[in-house]
């Protein structure tokens, strides 16, 4: 089985604040694990994935997420947010026997 | 330049009848999906096809129907016996269905039931 839960449906900082989207996973077995962000009425771009090289990801744009088995977690984290960077966030898991299960999205808005 | 095409990007349906979504992919990919998205509930697996003639059921699969006759074109059918098919829906692709390396979206199609 397989299941992703992302903490906080709409998530609101300051540009230039540090960037937090949380995301823990369940998995029977070692999972593959994906940020993807989509813009209004878009499909859905991938910004990084782990899978099993190196805990610390990092991906487009100046994201990264680390891999934390004890925590069951791989939360995204961007030093300093942009405008540009609202957007809804999606966190994945795949274990390689199903396809990509998605949590349930959250909503970044970034004040000026 | 790669990527997966869907059409139409805005879709309207009539009570009652079936409409077709159109997704195409030239990026030579073996395994093609399905998901609906409705606010607040991410993404949920319709169906999808690992390999030409084909494809299993998701989690959320009546009502709807897929054919998979070609390796670039998976479209999916929304049938009157889908009671709420207003949703977003998005097409994406994959090299294999167990690679890891993630999936590539088309631009989705919005469905309304008017």
């Known amino acids: 089985a397989q299941s992703v839960t992302q903490l906080g449906s709409h998530v609101s900082v300051s540009e230039g604040a540090l960037v937090l989207l949380r995301c823990n996973y369940s998995s029977s077995v070692p999972p593959y694990l994906f940020w993807y962000v989509q813009y209004p009425n878009q499909g859905l771009q991938l910004l990084l994935k782990?899978?099993?090289?190196?805990?610390l990801v990092k991906g487009i744009n100046d994201f990264e997420a680390e891999f934390k088995k004890s925590e069951t977690s791989f939360h995204l984290t961007k030093p300093s947010a942009h405008m540009s960077d609202a957007a809804e966030y999606f966190c994945?898991?795949?274990?390689?026997?199903?396809?990509?299960?998605f949590g349930s999205g959250t909503r970044l808005q970034v004040q000026p | 330049d790669g990527g997966i095409t869907q059409s139409p990007k805005y879709l309207f349906r009539k009570e009652g009848q079936n409409v077709t979504l159109s997704c195409e992919q030239n990026l030579n990919h073996d395994a093609m999906y399905w998901y609906r998205q409705d606010p607040g509930q991410g993404l949920r697996l319709i169906y999808y096809?690992?390999?030409?003639?084909?494809?299993q059921k998701g989690d959320i699969a009546e009502g709807y129907s897929v054919s998979r006759e070609k390796k670039e074109s998976f479209p999916l059918t929304v049938t009157s016996a889908q009671k709420n098919p207003t949703a977003f829906y998005l097409c994406?692709?994959?090299?294999?269905?167990?690679?890891?390396?993630?999936?590539?979206f088309g631009s989705g199609t919005r469905l309304t039931v008017v």
């Open positions: 782990y899978t099993s090289a190196a805990t």
């Open positions: 994945a898991v795949s274990t390689g026997r199903r396809a990509l299960t």
């Open positions: 096809s690992q390999i030409v003639n084909d494809f």
């Open positions: 994406a692709s994959s090299i294999a269905f167990k690679e890891p390396y993630g999936y590539t």
